[in-house]
């Protein structure tokens, strides 16, 4: 079971990325996903979620209105497009997979892909 992601890189402040994870190994129609981020010396956190079904997606506060989360079943891929960057979005991003059909963050993701890196510079 593995959740590739890519995407990330060097972007001016106020450019755009898109990221990418594909999954493999397992379907993951079924399951909530997300996007996660760790800025150097910070704790992991919460980006965006989607459900199994490409519904009800849910921001951060600090990033509503930038970033966009869709996922595409048919080819076991998760996106985030991230808008309208700035300096503190930068971070290693990690997306992540729930078994259950619409995320509750109270409790931890199941599945864990290894990272891309996004840094905004100003």
């Known amino acids: 079971v593995q959740l590739q992601a890519s995407g990330g890189g060097l972007v001016q402040a106020g450019g755009s990325l898109r990221l990418s994870c594909v999954a493999s190994g397992r379907t993951f129609s079924a399951d909530a996903m997300g996007w996660f981020g760790q800025a150097p010396g910070k704790e992991r956190e919460f980006v965006a979620a989607?459900?199994?079904?490409?519904?009800?997606?849910y921001y951060a506060d600090s990033v509503k209105g930038r970033f966009t989360i869709s996922r595409d079943n048919a080819k076991n891929t998760l996106y985030l497009q991230m808008n309208s960057l700035k300096p503190e979005d930068t971070a290693v991003y990690y997306c992540?997979?729930?078994?259950?059909?619409?995320?509750?963050?109270?409790?931890?993701?199941?599945?864990w892909g290894q990272g891309t890196q996004v840094t905004v510079s100003s």
């Open positions: 989607v459900n199994w079904g490409g519904g009800s997606p």
């Open positions: 992540g997979a729930q078994a259950q059909r619409a995320i509750n963050l109270r409790f931890g993701m199941d599945y």
